[in-house]
C-alpha cells in the first residue's frame, strides 16, 4: 500500500479510537469540577465528542464501501486496525454510529430536563462513561476488552439508575438489576475463557480465520456459545428474568431512554459480533430461538393489555429484544441487526418523547372501525404482502416463519385503520402498510453488506418448527386479545397477560430478597393503587 494512504488510514483510525478516549477523559473532568460554568463547558464539549465519534465513523463506513467498490484486499482496513486494537467493519460502523448519535440526542435532551436538578452534576459523567464503554465494546477485536467493557457498562449504568437516591424503590430495583448484571458479566467472561481454550487467542480476527479453515464442532464452543446465550437472555431482560426492567422506570427520563434504546440491546450486538466463530446452528441458538421467541409471545400480547404508557414501553422493550434474539437464533443476522438499529432510534424517541406521547394518549381517540371491516382489510393487506413475498421469497431469506411475521405486521397495520375514514384515506393507508414489505427488503439491502455471511448455516427442523408454532401461538392469541374482548375467557386471558402471566415472580422474589438484604431495607413492598411504578413498604 502506498505509505501516505497508509498513513491516512491510521490517523484516521487513531481517531476513531481517540474519540471514546476523550470521553472518558472528559467523564472523569467533568466529575472533578465544581464550578457550574465549567461544568457547562463540558456538557457542550461532550456533544462535540459525540458528533466527531459520529463523523469518524461515517468516514470509517465510507472507507470501508471505497475499499469494497476497488476490488483491493478487503481485510486491509481490519488488519490496519489491528494495530490499535480496532475492529473496523460495517456491524462497528453501523453501531458506532448509532451510538453516538443516540447519545448526543439524550445529552441535548437531558441538559434541559436536568436543569436545576440536583442529580445533574453525577449524570454526565456517568453518561459519558457509559457511552465511551459501549463505544469500546464494538470497536474492539479483542475479547478481554471486550468482555471489560460489558462490565464497565453495566457498573456507570448503575450509577444513572440510583442517580436520586433518596428513592428507595428506585435502589431496589437499580440493585436488582445489578444482581442480574453480575451474573451476565461471569457468564460473558466464561464464554470467552471458552472461545480461549478452542482458539488459542482472545483475538477476534484471528477466532474468525480459524473457524473458516476447521469444521465441526467441539465441546469449549458448545459451552461458550450456551453461556453467551444465557448473558444475551440476562442482558435483553427476557423472562423470566425480566423484572427490573418494569421496575427501573424511577430513573430520569434520559437513563430510561439510554437503557432502552441501547444499552439493553449489547446481548443482541454480543451475537452479531461472535457468530461467525461458531460452526452453524448450535445449542446456544436454540436457547435464543426459544426464549426470545417465548418473551416476544408474551410480551407483545402483555403490553396490548397495558394502561400505563411508560408501562406499555417496557414490555415493547421486552418484545423488541426477544424478537431480535429469536432472529439470531434463526440465523437471520442481517435481520437482527436492522431490528437493533430501527428498535433503538425507535425507542429513543419513544422515551424522550413519553411525555407528549402520555398527552396524546388523554386525547379522544379516533373510533375504531367494525370487526368485520378490520378484518376485511387486514386480510387484505395480508394477503398481498403475501402474495409478494411468495414471488421474491429472497426478500425474508427464504425463511417461511420471517415472511409469517411480516405479513403479521402488515396485517396489524391496516388493522389500525379508524373507521369514518373516506375510502380514499383507507385505501392510502392500507398501500403503506403494504410498503412495510418493500422498506423492509430496501433496509435490508443496505445493511446487509455490513453482515459477514456464514457458509452452510441451515437451522435444524426442530428449530424451525418451534419457531412455527411460536409465531401461529401469537397471531392466535393477538386475534383473541383485540377480537374477543366480550367473552369471559378472553377477559380472564387478558387479566392474566396483564401481570405477566406473573413469569417474573420467582427470580424476581430472590434478587428482591437479596437487594434488601443487600440495602437494609424491608424486602416486602406493595403496589400503590393505579400507580404501577410506585412501591411502597407493606405496613
Given at each position: 500500500m502506498n505509505p501516505v494512504a497508509e498513513f491516512s488510514l491510521l490517523?484516521?483510525?487513531?481517531?476513531?479510537?481517540?474519540l471514546p478516549v476523550g470521553l472518558f477523559l472528559l467523564a472523569g473532568l467533568s466529575g472533578w469540577l465544581k464550578n457550574p460554568l465549567k461544568v457547562n463547558h463540558c456538557?457542550?464539549?461532550?456533544?462535540?465528542?459525540?458528533?466527531?465519534?459520529?463523523?469518524?465513523?461515517?468516514?470509517?463506513?465510507?472507507?470501508l464501501l471505497i475499499q469494497s467498490r476497488i476490488g483491493g484486499d478487503s481485510n486491509?482496513?481490519?488488519?490496519?486496525?489491528?494495530?490499535?486494537?480496532?475492529?473496523?467493519?460495517?456491524?462497528?460502523?453501523?453501531?458506532?454510529?448509532?451510538?453516538?448519535?443516540?447519545?448526543?440526542v439524550i445529552l441535548r435532551f437531558a441538559d434541559n430536563y436536568l436543569s436545576q436538578d440536583p442529580g445533574r452534576d453525577r449524570f454526565l459523567p456517568w453518561f459519558l462513561v457509559t457511552v465511551a464503554s459501549v463505544l469500546v465494546l464494538v470497536f474492539t477485536n479483542h475479547l478481554l476488552i471486550l468482555a471489560g467493557a460489558w462490565i464497565g457498562v453495566s457498573l456507570a449504568l448503575h450509577h444513572l439508575l440510583t442517580l436520586y437516591p433518596d428513592r428507595p424503590q428506585a435502589r431496589m430495583a437499580a440493585v436488582q438489576k445489578f444482581i442480574v448484571s453480575r451474573v451476565a458479566d461471569a457468564l460473558v467472561v466464561s464464554g470467552v475463557v471458552a472461545l480461549y481454550f478452542q482458539y488459542g487467542t482472545f483475538y477476534l480476527p484471528e477466532m474468525v480465520q480459524s473457524e473458516a479453515a476447521r469444521s465441526g464442532g467441539s465441546t469449549a464452543l458448545t459451552v461458550a456459545s450456551v453461556a453467551l446465550a444465557l448473558a444475551a437472555v440476562l442482558k435483553c431482560a427476557q423472562i423470566p428474568f425480566h423484572g427490573w426492567l418494569i421496575r427501573v422506570m424511577e430513573a430520569p427520563t434520559p437513563v430510561s431512554a439510554l437503557l432502552?434504546?441501547?444499552?439493553?440491546?449489547?446481548?443482541?450486538?454480543?451475537?452479531?459480533?461472535?457468530?461467525?466463530?461458531?460452526?452453524?446452528?448450535?445449542?446456544?441458538?436454540?436457547?435464543?430461538?426459544?426464549?426470545?421467541?417465548?418473551?416476544?409471545?408474551?410480551?407483545?400480547?402483555?403490553?396490548?393489555?397495558?394502561?400505563?404508557?411508560?408501562?406499555?414501553l417496557a414490555w415493547s422493550t421486552c418484545a423488541q429484544m426477544g424478537f431480535m434474539l429469536f432472529e439470531i437464533g434463526m440465523g437471520a443476522y442481517t435481520l437482527a441487526l436492522l431490528h437493533l438499529l430501527a428498535h433503538s432510534l425507535y425507542k429513543a424517541h419513544?422515551?424522550?418523547?413519553?411525555?407528549?406521547?402520555?398527552?396524546?394518549?388523554?386525547?379522544?381517540?379516533?373510533?375504531e372501525s367494525p370487526s368485520a371491516s378490520r378484518l376485511l382489510w387486514a386480510g387484505s393487506t395480508g394477503l398481498l404482502a403475501a402474495a409478494i413475498l411468495v414471488q421474491f421469497p429472497g426478500i425474508v431469506e427464504n425463511n417461511a416463519v420471517f415472511g409469517a411475521l411480516l405479513v403479521?405486521?402488515?396485517?396489524?397495520?391496516?388493522?389500525?385503520?379508524p373507521a369514518g375514514a373516506t375510502?380514499?384515506?383507507?385505501?392510502?393507508?392500507?398501500?403503506?402498510?403494504?410498503?412495510?414489505?418493500?422498506?423492509?427488503?430496501?433496509?435490508?439491502?443496505?445493511?446487509?453488506?455490513?453482515?459477514?455471511?456464514?457458509?452452510?448455516f441451515a437451522a435444524p427442523g426442530v428449530a424451525v418448527f418451534t419457531g412455527a408454532v411460536l409465531v401461529s401461538l401469537l397471531a392466535v392469541c393477538s386475534f383473541l386479545i383485540v377480537f374477543g374482548a366480550h367473552f369471559r375467557a378472553t377477559r380472564a386471558l387478558s387479566a392474566h397477560f396483564r401481570q405477566g402471566l406473573y413469569l417474573e415472580l420467582p427470580f424476581d422474589r430472590l434478587t428482591r430478597s437479596l437487594a434488601a438484604e443487600a440495602l437494609k431495607v424491608p424486602a416486602m413492598f406493595r403496589r400503590v393503587p393505579h400507580h404501577p411504578f410506585r412501591l411502597e413498604e407493606r405496613s
Open positions: 490517523s484516521i483510525l487513531a481517531i476513531w479510537l481517540l456538557w457542550r464539549m461532550a456533544r462535540w465528542l459525540l458528533l466527531a465519534s459520529m463523523a469518524s465513523s461515517i468516514l470509517v463506513g465510507m472507507l486491509t482496513l481490519v488488519t490496519l486496525g489491528g494495530q490499535f486494537g480496532l475492529y473496523p467493519d460495517g456491524i462497528a460502523v453501523w453501531m458506532s454510529t448509532m451510538v453516538a448519535f443516540i447519545g448526543w432502552h434504546a441501547g444499552v439493553i440491546n449489547l446481548g443482541g450486538f454480543l451475537w452479531l459480533r461472535l457468530f461467525p466463530v461458531f460452526d452453524g446452528f448450535t445449542a446456544g441458538h436454540m436457547i435464543l430461538l426459544v426464549i426470545g421467541g417465548l418473551t416476544a409471545v408474551v410480551a407483545v400480547l402483555t403490553m396490548m393489555t397495558q394502561y400505563s404508557v411508560k408501562h406499555s419513544s422515551f424522550l418523547a413519553s411525555g407528549r406521547t402520555v398527552a396524546v394518549s388523554a386525547a379522544t381517540r379516533f373510533p403479521l405486521a402488515v396485517a396489524a397495520a391496516a388493522m389500525g385503520i375510502a380514499r384515506v383507507k385505501l392510502r393507508l392500507a398501500a403503506l402498510a403494504v410498503l412495510l414489505v418493500p422498506l423492509y427488503a430496501l433496509l435490508h439491502l443496505l445493511i446487509g453488506p455490513a453482515v459477514p455471511v456464514q457458509e452452510g
